[in-house]
């Protein structure tokens, strides 16, 4: 590398240059949180926040990418891609943020320090809660399409994947996926109206609204919104006057270029408790199922949590618990926070013992598995000779009889 330009201000400059070849809403997706990880021997290789981001460079504009290095720098070769998941972290000085390349657009706005969440006035329903957000939702194989996505819609709401239907199991992310966006779409454009509401309560205000014989009211509440967020679709099941009037809300938004965002159950193709031509719109965009994580993403959440709550727990019982539920992430983070509330009143720690004995309230005995592998001692007894005994047999997989008997 040459002295005259560090690598930094190099990849501010083909950001600079790049940004007028991309599309808004790719570049925000995609180059966010980008930087230069190291240049050698003509190897110039970048940083990227997560897998899709790597992905989508790699296939679309590496080439390109290549040639516009070229042109500041002609020492460079080759570009790789790195994933580095600290760049997506707040205080990661090496993150370049690309919004600023936008600094004169009143739309694309660098997300302030605290959260700023606006709410229409009148509805309660509408309220979002502010610890959702993109940045602590963590990221696993069970839901990286879908958290991508989700980041594309908030960069660029209206114009990335419209509608964006989000489908799965009880308790897995959506909910916090659907706020998320909603708090990140009101972080960079403090002036939009975004809504959030679950099906029942938007049925609920309909026939309010028509025993007051206030409909107009009410289709100008949700009309006139820039982002609609729908959570639990599949509820407008045999609600033939909701879901008539949802047909004609989502009509006037998306003919407007306003945000619609969906999540359900199950994918639209299987609601068959909603009418056809109501499907068909939902299968108009982008559609994202998020599955139940496995074992590592489980385990990060776990982590996450105990960051968020500022707790530290020995790590023994965070894996166990990793290991022993697979229902959903909310029945995760409950034993979590059983296991919690449970030392914190014994005062104590929580211990593998301690969650087994959660878990056998939540299931059979039988289920729980690894009991095993773990050599721990009750927190709440003194440790006896006995005690150490089962222990030490344990770990050396002999019989409590060899270790007492006259043998050795």
């Not at 990418?65 to 570009?79: G, H, Q, S, W, Y």
């Not at 004169?104 to 606006?118: C, H, I, Y």
């Not at 194989?141 to 209206?158: D, E, F, K």
């Not at 998320?180 to 309560?201: C, F, H, Q």
Request: glycine letters at 4%; charged letters at 25%.
């Amino acid at each position: 590398m040459t002295t005259a330009i560090s690598e930094r201000d190099l990849w501010l400059q083909v950001l600079e240059k790049v940004q007028g070849e991309v599309k808004r809403p790719h570049f925000l997706t995609w180059f966010q949180n980008t930087a230069v990880l190291s240049f050698k021997e003509g190897l110039l290789v970048i940083g990227v926040p997560n897998v899709y981001a790597k992905d989508w460079l790699e296939q679309k504009l590496n080439g390109s990418l290549v040639d516009a290095i070229r042109t500041i720098n002609p020492a460079v070769n080759e570009v790789q891609f790195e994933v580095d998941p600290k760049l997506s972290l707040p205080d990661d000085m090496r993150a370049i943020d690309v919004t600023k390349f936008f600094k004169d657009d009143k739309k694309v706005r660098k997300l302030p320090n605290k959260q700023e969440v606006k709410l229409v006035e009148g509805v309660a329903s509408k309220c979002l809660n502010p610890k959702y957000r993109l940045a602590n939702f963590v990221v696993g194989q069970n839901n990286r399409l879908a958290h991508a996505a989700c980041t594309a819609v908030a960069n660029s709401p209206g114009s990335m994947y419209n509608p964006l239907f989000i489908y799965g199991g009880v308790g897995l992310g959506k909910t916090h996926l659907l706020q998320a966006i909603g708090n990140e779409i009101l972080s960079r454009n403090p002036d939009k109206v975004v809504v959030y509401i679950t099906s029942e309560r938007f049925t609920n205000e309909i026939i309010e609204a028509i025993g007051k014989r206030n409909s107009k009211a009410f289709k100008d509440r949700y009309r006139k919104v820039d982002c609609l967020i729908i959570d639990d679709i599949q509820f407008l099941a045999n609600k033939e006057m909701t879901q008539e009037e949802f047909f004609h809300t989502f009509n006037e938004l998306y003919d407007n270029n306003k945000q619609i965002i969906i999540s359900s159950d199950r994918a639209p193709k299987e609601l068959s408790v909603l009418k056809d031509r109501l499907v068909s719109r939902f299968e108009m965009g982008m559609i994202v199922d998020v599955a139940f994580p496995d074992y590592e993403t489980r385990l990060a959440i776990l982590h996450s949590k105990c960051m968020e709550y500022e707790i530290l727990i020995d790590p023994d019982v965070l894996e166990f618990i990793a290991m022993n539920v697979h229902s959903s992430v909310r029945e995760l983070e409950g034993v979590l926070m059983q296991a919690i509330a449970q030392a914190q009143l014994e005062q104590s720690t929580p211990t593998v013992r301690s969650v087994a004995s959660i878990l056998k309230k939540l299931r059979k005995a039988d289920a729980i598995q690894g009991m095993d592998s773990y050599q721990e001692m009750p927190s709440n007894k003194p440790t006896s000779s006995d005690d150490v005994v089962e222990i030490v047999a344990r770990h050396f997989k002999v019989s409590q009889e060899d270790i007492l008997g006259e043998s050795r």
